[in-house]
């Protein structure tokens, strides 16, 4: 299927850093329930996210990452994921992260 560039448009993809990761024992699949700092014009939104195979909360912390900001609030379980945090899966289908190979500012968006 094609879109038009006015179509891409629409999705609003932007810059955030994990300011905090924690397990998320209650979700059907394994995951982070991570909170991202997308800078002042947006602020810290929530976004739950299947990265356990490949990364430690611990290490998620202060990470630059790309996220889809302006899709609705979904439920997952009890928590509320407000942004779609962008991986593209490996070989074994773990997610890997997709973020900037610089330091960008919070609230970037792609284009």
Request: glycine fraction near 8%; charged fraction near 25%.
């Amino acid at each position: 299927m094609t879109i038009t560039f006015a179509d891409f448009e629409r999705v609003d993809i932007r810059v955030g850093r994990i300011v905090r990761a924690e397990p998320f024992p209650e979700a059907r699949k394994p995951a982070y329930r991570l909170r991202i700092d997308f800078g002042p014009a947006i602020g810290e939104r929530t976004s739950s996210a299947q990265l356990t195979a490949r990364y430690r909360a611990a290490d998620l912390e202060g990470r630059r990452v790309l996220a889809v900001v302006n899709f609705p609030p979904r439920q997952i379980g009890p928590f509320m994921s407000e942004v779609l945090t962008l991986g593209v899966p490996d070989d074994d289908g773990h997610v890997v992260l997709i973020v900037p190979d610089a330091d960008v500012p919070l609230g970037a968006r792609l284009f």
